[in-house]
């Protein structure tokens, strides 16, 4: 179907950071296949993993105990410190596994229309609840109606969300430790402990969607570790596999029991080749000791493109947290995307104005340096041909 305005370039490999042609040109990857191949292309260890798996077993479906599944929600769960995990496909669908939940932990407590408070701007994929948790009128046109039971206040507010305390209806608060599809949007230091303090004082679920944000993208294993609070609900997706596809709900304290036989479920879900992936993507996770290196290596790309366009006029602002880094500018410049590729390197553009970028980690430092000179040259570029 006509759903996607795809770049003109076909590739036909992968090795790290860079994707090949059939031809052989290569190019510069610096959006992971949008927050997903992390660990960059063909890594050995997930494609040992799935060759090895694949030779012995695909799926078996949830009707049987399943070892990879059971081993990767044990790893995930002592990372995240929660306690209950749901895998399925996708990201949209851990959102589902999410809204569920938080409306049945209302049905429990008696609340018969249960509302969930969401951000404006939010981005939580594209089926029809998480869709109606999205904060993009531009996705939901056309699409009505929206599902009930979402209650909208701006992001990065948490006294909009306070405002709601009195309303009995209310269950839980759905939010993206870091708006990504909303152009890389970072709270104001403090946000996420009050919504926890909020959540607390009113019995709701704090639910973080770490979908872009989570398995080491933002300098810690789940971006609300920065803020050293615990969610009790999370949904991963995108990255647990390096592209394989996977998504995970996972629940703790007052939401682990939530859902119980029978509630919910999948064909796919969980499978034994995806959470093979997913194992391998952990390991490597801790080998290598990942979260902590992107929040260095993150740090000082933000700070060269900080010191290289900042104080440029046009460049609204430069922000980021590990390797995820966007560059507002005052101006529309999807054109960019095109620019870039035509210098045989990957960006996004989101939001209209804000480029994004979101390098696997395995990004080497001479890697590292065209990517800032390429994309600050290409900005600088604009700029004056604009100005
Ligand atoms: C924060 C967030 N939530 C949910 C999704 C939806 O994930 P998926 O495309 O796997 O359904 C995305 C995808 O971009 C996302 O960034």
Request: proline share 4%.
């Amino acid at each position: 179907m006509n759903t996607y305005a795809r770049l003109p370039v076909h590739f036909a490999s992968g090795k790290g950071a860079t994707l090949y042609t059939a031809e052989g040109d290569a190019y510069l990857d610096a959006l992971s296949g949008i927050a997903v191949c992390n660990l960059g292309h063909a890594h050995p260890e997930v494609a040992d993993a799935l060759c090895h798996q694949s030779q012995r077993l695909i799926h078996t479906s949830n009707l049987y105990e399943i070892d990879q599944q059971t081993a990767l929600a044990e790893q995930l769960l002592e990372q995240a410190q929660m306690q209950k995990a749901f895998f399925c496909n996708s990201g949209a669908e851990a959102n589902e596994t999410a809204i569920k939940l938080a409306r049945k932990y209302g049905h429990d407590r008696n609340i018969d229309s249960p509302k969930i408070i969401v951000m404006e701007n939010a981005f939580h994929g594209r089926t029809m609840a998480a869709l109606s948790a999205t904060g993009n009128p531009k996705a939901q046109a056309g699409f009505g109606p929206m599902l009930e039971g979402f209650v909208r206040v701006p992001f990065d507010d948490a006294e909009a969300v306070a405002a709601h305390a009195q309303d009995p209806d209310v269950v839980a608060v759905l939010v993206e430790p870091i708006q990504g599809e909303g152009g890389v949007r970072l709270p104001r230091n403090g946000y996420l402990t009050q919504l926890r303090a909020l959540c607390d004082q009113n019995d709701w679920l704090l639910m973080v969607d770490e979908i872009q944000t989570g398995m080491g993208r933002t300098g810690q294993w789940f971006a609300h570790q920065h803020d050293g609070i615990r969610p009790d609900v999370m949904t991963l997706a995108k990255a647990l596999a390096n592209g394989v596809p996977i998504g995970a709900c996972l629940a703790g304290d007052k939401a682990a029991d939530v859902l119980e036989l029978g509630n919910h479920g999948t064909t796919f879900g969980g499978n034994p080749l995806a959470c093979a992936a997913g194992l391998a993507v952990v390991k490597t996770l801790r080998f290598y000791d990942y979260p902590k290196k992107i929040a260095e290596h993150g740090q000082t790309l933000l700070s060269a493109f900080q010191s290289q366009l900042a104080d440029l006029d046009g460049v609204v602002e430069v922000r980021g947290r590990g390797y995820m880094i966007g560059i507002e500018l005052d101006r529309p410049c999807g054109e960019l995307v095109q620019q870039a590729l035509e210098k045989h390197l990957l960006i996004n553009v989101t939001q209209g104005n804000t480029v994004r970028l979101l390098p696997p980690f395995v990004l080497g430092t001479e890697q590292s340096q065209t990517l800032i000179d390429t994309v600050s040259q290409l900005i600088r570029d604009f700029l004056s041909r604009k100005a």
